[in-house]
């Protein structure tokens, strides 16, 4: 069973997938967040995302095996009742 997605609040209007998998720890370094996204071990809103510079904007969910992340722009409401 997948973990319950976690809140990643962007700093600024983008992160990059390889960046965001960096830096939610998901990915030790460029480098393996690179070789996980190659691999096809990534999705990006339910769909595999081979792209490591897709540009990710608030409101798409991440998930690498059974971690999922959610993008959510800062000062933005989250809706807690969304199907995650």
């Given at each position: 069973m997948a973990e319950p997605a976690v809140d990643f609040v962007l700093r600024g209007d983008v992160i990059t997938l390889d960046a965001l998998l960096k830096a939610t720890g998901l990915a030790?370094?460029?480098g393996a967040a690179k070789t996980m996204i190659a691999n096809g071990?990534?999705?990006v809103d339910g769909s595999v995302e081979l792209r490591?510079?897709?540009?990710?904007?608030?409101?798409e969910q991440v998930a690498v095996s059974q971690?999922?992340?959610r993008t959510v722009v800062a000062g933005a409401q989250v809706d807690e009742t969304a199907p995650e």
């Open positions: 030790p370094s460029g071990e990534v999705q490591r510079g897709r540009k990710l904007r608030g409101g971690h999922r992340i």
